[in-house]
C-alpha cells in the first residue's frame, strides 16, 4: 500500500492548500484559476475546446493575474470515428426537438474539438509557456507527447476511473492520478465510453487506488466543502479537485439560466447522460436529458460529433428563449453549492478543512 501525506503532493505542485478547482470547459476562467492559485490552491483551466492559440492566450491571462501554479487540461478522447449514416439518423432523430422551437438542425455535424493525441500545436505550445501542471481527460496522450511535456519541467495528471486505468496511468509514466468518482459533475474520465462502467464512488475508488498505485492520488466527484476534503484525505487522497462548487461564483463564466437552475430543486436531480455530447456526463436533469432517456447509447453518433448537435439545439433554444437544451453539468452534492466570490470561498473552504482536521 502506496502511503500518501498531503505534503509531497504540495510541494510536487507548489501549492499550500491541498485544494484543486477542476478544469472545467466553458466555465472555469482565467481569473477564477488565478483567484484558486493565489489563495494558495491550484487553478486550472480546461482548454480541451480551443486551439492552441486561444488556449496559450488564457494561460497569459493567467499570469497576468497570478504568479501561482497553473493546471492546464486537455481532452485525449480517441478521435471520431465518422459515420455519416449514423449522423444523419441522429439529426432525423433530434428534427421534432429544432421543430418545437421553430428551427430545423444542421445539415452535417463536424468533429469541433481536436483531440490531444492529434494536436500537435497544442503539445509545442504547452512545451513553450510550460504550466506548472498539464492534466489528461479521457484517456492517456502519445508516449512522446508524456516525454516532452516532462522535458519541458511539467507535472502529469491523468483521471482514472478504476483501477484499470490508474494502473495504466502508473504505468505511462505520469506523476499524479485523479480519481473520479461516478458523483463528478460534467464528463466521465473514462477511457473507453463504450465499456461497462463499474460506476465506482469517489471514496470506494479513491481508497481502492491507495491499495493499487504507488502515486499521490487526486480525489474528486461530490467534493463540496471542506468536511468533504478532510474525508478524501483521510482515505488516503493528498488532494481533492472541485468543480461543481466552483461553478457558482463570480468568476465562473456560467450563464444565469445554469446558475438558477443550481440554486433550485434541479439541483437534487442530476443524471448521467451521452445524449448531450457522445460521451457519459452528469447534468442536471432537463428536457433534453429526458429525451435522452428514450435513446439507445448504439444511435448515438461518436464525441464530439454529438456535441455539434447538442450546441446547435441549445442555441436555437435560447435565440428564442427556451431553456432546456443546456449542458449544464454538476455533480450529485450540486444542492451544497455556495454563490461567493472565487477567493471568498477558498477562505470558507480553508477553514471548514481546519476545523474537520482539528
Do not use: C
Amino acid at each position: 500500500m502506496a502511503t500518501h501525506s498531503p505534503s509531497p503532493l504540495l510541494n510536487l505542485l507548489s501549492i499550500q492548500l491541498p485544494i484543486i478547482q477542476a478544469p472545467m470547459a466553458g466555465v472555469s476562467s482565467p481569473e477564477m484559476a488565478a483567484a484558486v492559485s493565489n489563495s494558495g490552491g491550484l487553478g486550472s483551466l480546461g482548454v480541451g475546446a480551443m486551439n492552441a492559440t486561444k488556449a496559450r492566450e488564457a494561460i497569459r491571462q493567467f499570469r497576468m493575474l497570478s504568479s501561482g501554479s497553473l493546471n492546464v487540461n486537455v481532452f485525449v478522447h480517441r478521435p471520431a470515428q465518422i459515420n455519416r449514416q449514423k449522423e444523419a439518423e441522429w439529426l432525423q432523430r433530434l428534427s421534432p426537438e429544432f421543430e418545437r422551437i421553430g428551427s430545423k438542425p444542421p445539415q452535417n455535424l463536424d468533429e469541433i474539438y481536436t483531440s490531444f493525441l492529434a494536436d500537435d500545436d497544442m503539445l509545442a505550445m504547452l512545451a513553450e509557456e510550460r504550466p506548472k501542471v498539464v492534466s489528461f481527460h479521457f484517456g492517456l496522450p502519445r508516449a512522446d507527447q508524456i516525454e516532452t511535456l516532462h522535458k519541458a519541467g511539467i507535472v502529469l495528471l491523468a483521471s482514472a476511473t478504476n483501477v484499470q486505468e490508474a494502473k495504466a496511468i502508473e504505468t505511462a509514466g505520469i506523476d499524479v492520478v485523479v480519481a473520479q468518482g461516478y458523483e463528478a459533475g460534467g464528463h466521465r474520465g473514462i477511457f473507453d465510453p463504450d465499456a461497462q462502467d463499474s460506476r465506482l464512488g469517489t471514496f470506494a475508488l479513491t481508497h481502492l487506488l491507495t491499495f493499487a498505485v504507488d502515486l499521490p492520488i487526486i480525489a474528486t466527484g461530490g467534493i463540496m466543502d471542506g468536511a468533504g476534503i478532510a474525508a478524501a484525505l483521510t482515505l488516503g487522497a493528498s488532494a481533492a479537485q472541485m468543480g461543481t462548487a466552483f461553478v457558482a461564483t463570480n468568476e465562473s463564466l456560467a450563464d444565469t439560466g445554469y446558475r438558477q437552475a443550481l440554486f433550485s430543486d434541479a439541483a437534487h436531480h442530476t443524471v448521467m447522460t451521452r445524449v448531450i455530447s457522445g460521451r457519459p456526463a452528469r447534468s442536471l436533469a432537463n428536457a433534453f436529458t429526458h429525451w435522452g432517456t428514450r435513446v439507445p447509447d448504439d444511435a448515438i453518433p461518436d464525441y464530439p460529433m454529438t456535441y455539434d448537435a447538442g450546441k446547435s439545439l441549445n442555441a436555437a433554444g435560447k435565440a428564442v428563449g427556451q431553456s432546456g437544451y443546456d449542458a449544464q453539468w454538476a455533480g450529485q452534492a450540486a444542492p451544497l453549492i455556495r454563490a461567493l466570490s472565487t477567493q471568498a470561498l477558498m477562505q470558507v473552504l480553508k477553514s471548514e478543512l481546519t476545523q474537520a482536521l482539528a
